[in-house]
T-cell receptor
Framework: GENVEQHPSTLSVQEGDSAVIKCTYS??????FPWYKQELGKRPQLIID?????GEKKDQRIAVTLNKTAKHFSLHITETQPEDSAVYFC???????????FGQGTTLQVKP | DAGITQSPRHKVTETGTPVTLRCHQT?????MYWYRQDPGHGLRLIHY???????DKGEVSDGYSVSRSKTEDFLLTLESATSSQTSVYFC?????????????FGPGTRLTVL
């Protein structure tokens, strides 16, 4: 079955710097890759997603890139702010299964 | 937030007792999911439903059962709770519009099994 690995598990940056979180997946049939942000004590919320027919997608300060050949995708956050501090999860949908397989999460700390 | 509620929000129970968690949606979405979240493990899928009375197992289904008799409700049952089932449980829904499995999460239920 699909396996999603996420790195790093923790990431600390200075306010204004960029942050990059990387995920790899194992199932070449995976075709949808969302990213979720979870603040302490809250529910995960979708921040951006990408489908397998697209290589890059941007939304203001966040962007996601996908390399299907290498089976990895990354989240890029520019000009980080303290409110970006949270746990971030990547996920992949293997084929057309209707399921999402999540990575283990990355705790991002943005220091003011 | 999408129209998803979970009940109860917090529960403390004893080992061996049955527990049922409820997820209710007002979005008329076809797909519903139950996840558990534990430190270091991210979100792990327990069971999911792709329609009324249509369910399937996820990654960590042992010890759990589900039922979906109406579009809006998805129940998760722990037949005999164990301490290893202490966790935060999230329900999610998806309409799978345009082929994208965008899932929206409920507020979560914190379950403690003593």
């Amino acid at each position: 079955g699909e396996n999603v690995e996420q790195h790093p598990s923790t990431l600390s940056v200075q306010e204004g710097d960029s942050a990059v979180i990387k995920c790899t997946y194992s199932d070449s049939a995976s075709n949808y890759f969302p990213w979720y942000k979870q603040e302490l004590g809250k529910r995960p919320q979708l921040i951006i997603d990408i489908r397998s027919n697209v290589g890059e997608k941007k939304d203001q300060r966040i962007a996601v890139t996908l390399n299907k050949t290498a089976k990895h995708f990354s989240l890029h956050i520019t000009e980080t702010q303290p409110e970006d501090s949270a746990v971030y999860f990547c996920a992949a949908e293997p084929g057309n299964t209707g399921k999402l397989i999540f990575g283990q999460g990355t705790t991002l700390q943005v220091k003011p | 937030d999408a129209g998803i509620t979970q009940s109860p929000r917090h529960k403390v129970t004893e080992t061996g007792t049955p527990v049922t968690l409820r997820c209710h949606q007002t979005e008329n979405h076809r797909y519903m999911y139950w996840y558990r979240q534990d430190p270091g493990h991210g979100l792990r899928l327990i069971h999911y439903s792709y329609g009324v009375k249509d369910t399937d197992k996820g990654e960590v289904s042992d010890g759990y059962s589900v039922s979906r008799s109406k579009t809006e409700d998805f129940l998760l049952t722990l037949e005999s709770a164990t301490s290893s089932q202490t966790s935060v449980y999230f329900c999610a829904i998806s309409g799978r519009t345009s082929g994208a499995n965008t899932q929206y999460f409920g507020p979560g239920t914190r379950l403690t099994v003593l």
